[in-house]
């Protein structure tokens, strides 16, 4: 019954900020994380970044080190990807996804529908 629904996706100019959400709703088990992917044409899905439930983070994708945030506010239940200095090849639509901890942060099969970040030049 677990559910992950992405917001705050949009239309920005290259060196804009943005953030987006990751609502989730129902319960998990403690092993389980959430991790940002993204999805932009032409490439495959690319993992970003994931965080546990006690706020341990993964080490972050290379195209996006530095520039790109994960946390999490548990009593929201709320996973947020802070974007900044924004380029366009970050154009792309942005999921975010169920980790499992205890087998490498593996997939788990729940995913939101995701939301669509554009970066115009």
């Known amino acids: 019954q677990v559910r992950l629904e992405e917001s705050g996706g949009g239309l920005v100019q290259e060196g804009d900020s943005l953030r987006l959400s990751c609502r989730i709703t129902g319960r998990t088990l403690s092993t389980h994380a959430t991790g940002w992917f993204r999805e932009a044409p032409g490439k495959e899905r690319e993992f970003l970044a994931a965080i546990n439930w006690s706020g341990d983070v993964t080490p972050y994708a290379d195209s996006v080190e530095g520039r790109f945030f994960i946390s999490r506010d548990n009593d929201k239940n709320t996973v947020y990807l802070q974007m900044n200095s924004l380029k366009s090849e970050d154009t792309a639509i942005y999921l975010c996804?169920?980790?499992?901890?205890?087998?490498?942060?593996?997939?788990?099969?729940?995913w939101g529908q995701g939301t669509q970040v554009t970066v115009s030049s």
């Open positions: 996804a169920g980790l499992d901890e205890s087998t490498g942060w593996s997939p788990l099969g729940y």
